[in-house]
């Protein structure tokens, strides 16, 4: 018999982690309808769950140095109303969802779930977020990016939780989230699309695009935006078929029930485009 | 003139509001046993083995063997089975029910049945006609002889899901003999009917109980009958109380849906570039079981020249089955398929002859006096010239029509023009439904409407009561209408087809008139009535000549959109409209059709997208089913024209399904505006969108 | 089992029970309160909202675990506030209850909207209500609805 457990301090939290498998739940969001069964039965978990949501520890938002870092269970309703969010994020946070889902659902939930369709890592990839990871003996940080391996599947260790995440200080002269759903409130993205861009003197100082549902994993391409910077915003319009060409080899989205392929990549590539025209 | 139209306050606005309005998963009885129906997981084939775990004590397995009478469906046709037999249908069809004490229980046991198939090859194409209708009028053989040209299109829809947003359930009961099932559903005659059949039992073995719906826009006319057999079966196998609600996703995947079809129209064209005849085909995808499809393939000819007059038609269509969920009823019934391609046909005829698009639909526009589709009279006064000339005007039509066919900015405004038929086609009020009424006064002198009309939100209660009020000059109070329950009710006929108001209300005025005539304060009195059609309906069902309708509701709409460039995203401006529904019986009600209605059709045309792989719907909860939220939908205005109708009470029509079939139609022309390419298929979707943008 | 408190509709609850449960089901089966609908079982519909701490939240797909020591309110708690009675005016005037199975969630999101921002705009409202599906009534009178409520209740909230 499963015996779940609600662990009141981040110490006791680590120490089930130790014993025995446990699956961590925060906002459950995610979990609960993956794992839903039928309606006035318990979900079907097929380990014992960790019900982290209410670690107040784990509940924060604060600056530190060049640094805003965001404790795991804050909730994203929260973050969206906060003075320290970065305002991308709080763009992504915008539209993801509805203010009932948002008040229960977590940046580090985004996370773990690992859907190659989660916005707020669109936000994270493009700002360098780390996240801070522990375990009883262990504290480590990790990248978003890294720790994201594939569709649902994370470098998370069984006795690991992310504690924090860590996003350095970032200043654009402009950001742009585009969400396309199905809808225009409370959807699924068929492909959404971050971009940052710093242009000083019309040269371009620090470019960032992040792309979803477009490949297994999020796209950011470290290695074009590098060939962006020091170019003059002309420059990079002129050459815009050949960036998306360089993009094309990562942009290899798939059909399902929300959109296709074809559209995907159209939409992907023409959001690009007006990202980087309105540099 | 009458101010029955001035809005009150919704009879049971509060109980909804304040959350003690009891649906059906709300009801519980001692005892309480919960069922799960056992699926089909194969499209076609013959089951070749089923594999049961040992029953737990209180457990139960009922299917086809537990049938007393007709493993059918009662509707039109005797095709649709309770319970599969040996043959399978369709992906989700129906092989048992798990019914026990617990769902733990149920479950444990539904997890461990095994059902083994030989497939066979599926049909999804529509290619096997199982029922096809003809009709002409006038002479179209002559007409396309003369034609100086002819022009073809072909249009196509897709499925559309009710997505009421209280699935589909029942609650049963037995006691001795007899059966009582409380549930969510449109038509209680039509589930007591069908029970009466499957259990091949005595009609008053048989109560039906309305349990107040949470939306049902046709999804809970014909398939409660299924459940209702399905639970009755059990019922007297188990004798034990039962629940059976669906789950969305199981709603969803199972339950009928608006048939997707494809329409080819033909026009043949004179020197003024005037259509002279029209020669149609409608096909519509039936799913496996015909169900009231051959209705809907009637309904949508019926509509083949919608608010327009054609001297000359020919107009084909067929039911195809394919082994698909059964599709059947959607609010519009056949209508929003037929006037979608209707009012692109005569666009994009307008756009193919260089003539002014307004111009020429107004040259064809129905006048009273015309000859109807079916060689019929339109005998009423048609407001639509001031109706389109309104609608232009709270819109700005024209202006913004010039505005944007000459911008490159991706934006659009659409009109579409439409007429409904209220009530059942032809004569089937008349030898079908035979509507009957009963009103019954105490001796407080307070009055209780006693019939089978539903309240699904429309405002049925409310409109009813009001009218029996106005007519009886008693206060709102002093009038009562409970949910139908069949040993008290008699047979209103089913709350669907836009004839509750003109029909079933109809005849509560006249029952309400007699009470007054026979008024005796203090005594109780009770009053039957009848259905009688109008003296001038005639009508041939086999060659389908004559008065369809007894009566039409007319309306316009204009949408305006706007389609992102990056995206091709539409989104929906703003949406206005003009309904002529004979007279409103609340204004705040009909509006509030026409807002939910408008919504539905609109989005119809643009948003809702489903379709099936294998025959297994791809989009199958609401999360992937995308219906509109607050703000997919654009602000709505409405204005409503009087045009009384003789035999309608205070001079009501139908309102429910009018204000649903032109959206698709409207948005459409407007996208077709925005992206400067032709729509012939919806929901025009962003990916559809592409492809036309790519086929140049 | 796991013993779960929280406060529901001012009363504090005790429960020992699986907390993995979905706090709809609590709701409706355990403490008998069928305000809170089903309409999608997955966070989709808003039909089975409540508040927790004020602010609204699915039931259906919240576990029990996650409420603990929370303050809870249903449509039933709330239905008996001063706020609840101008909303219930507004929906009525406007006519903006239809079927009525989303209204209850519907109710508790204008709560929540308004409590965050008690002078909506009609596009913050539509965003507000965004969780919130209806089939019925296409928003238009529900958004006229809310416009008047924040009239109605000005300094209530
Ligand atoms: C109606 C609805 C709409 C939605 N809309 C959107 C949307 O627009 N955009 C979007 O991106 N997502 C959306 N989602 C998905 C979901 O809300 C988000 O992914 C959310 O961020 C998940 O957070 P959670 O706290 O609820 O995660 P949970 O369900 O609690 O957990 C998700 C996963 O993360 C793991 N996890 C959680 N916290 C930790 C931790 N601290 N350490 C290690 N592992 C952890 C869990 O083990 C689990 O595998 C939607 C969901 C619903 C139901
Ligand atoms: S039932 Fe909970 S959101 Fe739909
Ligand atoms: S009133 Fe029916 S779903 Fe909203």
Redesign the pocket.
Same mark, same amino acid.
């Given at each position: 018999m499963v015996r779940h457990r609600i662990p009141v301090t981040l110490e006791e939290a680590l120490e089930h982690l130790n014993e025995t498998t446990y699956?961590?739940? $925060?906002?459950?969001?995610?979990?609960m309808?993956q794992n839903r069964a039928w309606s006035e039965l318990p979900p079907k978990f097929d380990a014992p769950l960790l019900f982290?949501f209410n670690l107040e520890a784990l509940k924060y938002v604060k600056e530190e140095n060049a640094f805003i870092k965001i404790g795991?269970m804050t909730d994203l309703e929260t973050l969206l109303h906060h003075p320290l969010t970065p305002e991308i994020l709080r763009k992504v946070i915008y539209e993801?969802?509805?203010p009932a +889902?948002r008040k229960?659902?977590?940046l580090?939930?985004?996370i773990?779930?690992a859907?190659p $369709?989660?916005?707020?890592l669109l936000a994270l990839y493009a700002l360098d977020a780390k996240v801070e990871i522990k375990s009883q003996k262990e504290t480590r940080l990790s990248t978003v990016s890294e720790l994201i391996l594939g569709p649902r599947k994370t470098a998370?260790k069984q006795n690991e +939780?992310?504690t924090e995440i860590i996003i350095p200080k970032s200043s654009f002269t402009q950001t742009c989230f585009v969400k396309v759903g199905g809808r225009r409130a409370?959807? +699924?993205s068929k492909v959404a699309f971050v971009g940052c861009a710093s242009v000083e003197n019309n040269v371009i100082k620090d470019i960032r695009m992040t792309i979803n549902a477009v490949a297994a994993r999020l796209i950011r391409r470290q290695d074009i935006e590098k060939g962006l910077c020091e170019k003059t915003p002309d420059e990079v319009k002129q050459n815009v078929n050949a960036i998306l060409e360089a993009y094309s080899t990562s942009i290899q989205p798939i059909d399902d029930q929300r959109s296709n392929k074809d559209y995907r990549k159209y939409t992907a590539n023409n959001l690009i485009k007006a990202f980087l025209n309105t540099l | 003139m009458s101010t029955i139209n001035k809005s009150v306050p919704k009879v049971e606005a509060k109980d909804k509001i304040s959350g003690k309005m009891k649906y059906v998963s709300d009801y519980h009885v001692e005892g309480l046993h919960y069922a799960k129906t056992v699926r089909s997981t194969i499209a076609k084939g013959v089951i070749q083995s089923i594999e049961l775990p040992p029953l737990p004590e209180g457990v139960t397995i009922v299917d086809y063997q537990d049938i007393p009478g007709k493993n059918v469906v009662k509707m039109i046709y005797e095709d649709w089975p309770v319970f599969a037999e040996k043959n399978i249908s369709h992906y989700g069809e129906p092989i048992m029910l798990v019914v026990g004490p617990s769902k733990e229980m149920v479950q444990a046991v539904f997890d461990k049945i095994k059902i083994t198939y030989q497939e066979e090859t599926p049909i999804f194409d529509m290619v096997q006609s199982k029922v096809d209708y003809h009709f002409t009028k006038g002479d179209p053989q002559t007409a396309f002889q003369e034609a100086k040209k002819t022009i073809k299109y072909t249009y196509e829809t897709g499925y559309q899901e009710q997505a009421y947003i209280e699935p589909q359930g029942f609650i049963g009961t037995l006691e001795d003999e007899k059966v009582t099932l409380i549930g969510s559903i449109q038509a209680p005659y039509y589930v007591k009917n069908a029970v009466i059949d499957t259990l091949s039992c005595k009609p008053e073995d048989v109560r039906i109980i309305q349990a107040t719906v949470g939306g049902a826009f046709g999804g809970k006319e014909e398939f409660p009958s299924l459940i209702g057999c399905q639970l009755a079966v059990a019922l007297k196998k188990v004798k034990k109380p039962i629940k059976l609600i669906y789950e969305r996703e199981e709603d969803m995947e199972v339950t009928t849906k608006r048939h997707p079809s494809k329409i080819t129209m033909e026009a043949a064209i004179d020197e003024e570039n005037n259509i002279t005849a029209i020669k149609s085909h409608v096909g519509i995808d039936g799913g496996a079981f015909l169900g009231l499809s051959s209705v809907v393939l009637s309904r949508a000819m019926i509509a083949a020249t919608s608010a327009y007059t054609i001297n000359h038609l020919q107009v084909d269509g067929d039911v195809y089955i394919t082994n698909t969920v059964p599709n059947g009823a959607f609010r519009g019934f056949g209508a929003p398929q037929m006037i979608f391609a209707v009012e692109m046909f005569i666009n994009h005829l307008a756009k193919d002859l260089n003539e002014d698009v307004h111009d020429f639909r107004l040259r064809h526009l129905a006048k009273q006096g015309d000859k109807t589709t079916t060689s019929g009279t339109f005998r009423d006064p048609i407001l639509m010239p001031e109706m389109i000339k309104k609608a232009c005007q709270i819109s700005g039509y024209h202006k913004k029509k010039a505005l944007y066919e000459s911008s490159e900015k991706m934006k659009g405004i659409g009109m579409s023009w439409f007429l409904h038929g209220c009530g059942f086609t032809g004569s089937g009020e008349a030898d079908h439904i035979k509507a009957k009424v009963k009103l019954r006064k105490d001796e407080a002198d307070h009055v209780y409407l006693e019939i089978a009309a539903v309240d699904m939100g429309q405002g049925a209660k409310t409109t009813l009561m009001k009218v029996a009020a106005e007519v009886l000059e008693l206060p709102l109070e002093a009038i009562h209408f409970a949910n139908p329950d069949t040993d008290i009710v008699p047979d209103s006929g089913p709350t669907v087809a836009s004839r509750t108001a003109m029909v079933v209300g109809g005849l509560v005025a006249r029952a309400a008139q007699e009470i007054n005539e026979n008024w005796q304060s203090g005594k109780p009195q009770i009053v039957h009535k009848s259905y009688k059609q109008p003296d001038y309906m005639e009508w041939d069902q086999a060659t389908f000549n004559g008065d369809a309708y007894p009566a039409y509701s007319w309306g316009v709409n204009v949408v305006e959109v706007s389609v992102d460039p990056a995206s091709l995203e539409v989104r929906v401006e703003h949406i206005w409209s003009v309904y002529d529904v004979g007279k409103s019986l609340d204004d705040n009600i009909v509006i509030g059709q026409a807002d939910g209605g408008t919504a539905q059709g609109v989005a119809y045309g643009y948003l809702e997208v489903m379709n099936h792989r294998n025959g297994k719907l791809l989009q199958k909860n609401m999360?992937d089913y995308v219906i509109p939220t607050a703000v997919d939908m654009a602000k709505t205005e409405t204005v409503l024209f009087d045009n009384p109708f003789a035999y309608g009470p205070y001079g009501a029509k139908g309102a429910g399904e009018l204000t649903l079939v032109g959206g698709a139609p409207a948005v459409a022309i407007a996208i077709e505006m925005a992206i400067n390419k032709r729509v012939s298929k919806i929901p025009a979707t962003p990916e559809y969108l592409m492809e036309l943008m790519n086929n140049d | 089992m796991t013993k779960i408190t929280f406060t529901f509709n001012g009363k504090p609850i005790e429960l020992h029970t699986d907390p993995s449960r979905r706090f709809l089901d609590v709701i409706r089966n355990d403490l008998k309160h069928t305000g809170p609908k089903e309409g999608c079982g997955?966070?989709?519909c808003g039909a089975c909202a409540v508040l927790i701490n004020g602010h609204i939240v699915n039931s259906c797909?919240l576990p029990l675990a996650n409420v603990h020591h929370q303050e809870v309110m249903t449509i039933e708690g709330f239905s008996k506030t001063k706020r609840y009675a101008v909303i219930e005016e507004a929906f009525i005037k406007e006519g903006a209850v239809q079927c009525g199975i989303c209204i209850p969630g519907m109710i508790i999101a204008v709560e929540s909207l308004l409590n965050r921002n008690p002078n909506p705009s009609d596009e913050e409202i539509r965003v507000g209500l965004s969780g919130n599906l209806c089939r019925c009534t296409g928003y238009n009178m529900i958004v006229k609805a809310v416009l008047r409520a924040k009239e109605m209740g000005k300094g209530l909230w």
């Open positions: 699956k961590i739940i $925060a906002g459950g969001t995610d979990l309808v982290c795991s993801m969802a509805s +889902i229960v659902s977590t580090s939930g985004n773990g779930n859907s $369709a989660a916005d707020s998370l +939780i992310i409370d959807a +699924i | 999360t | 997955e966070g989709e797909i």
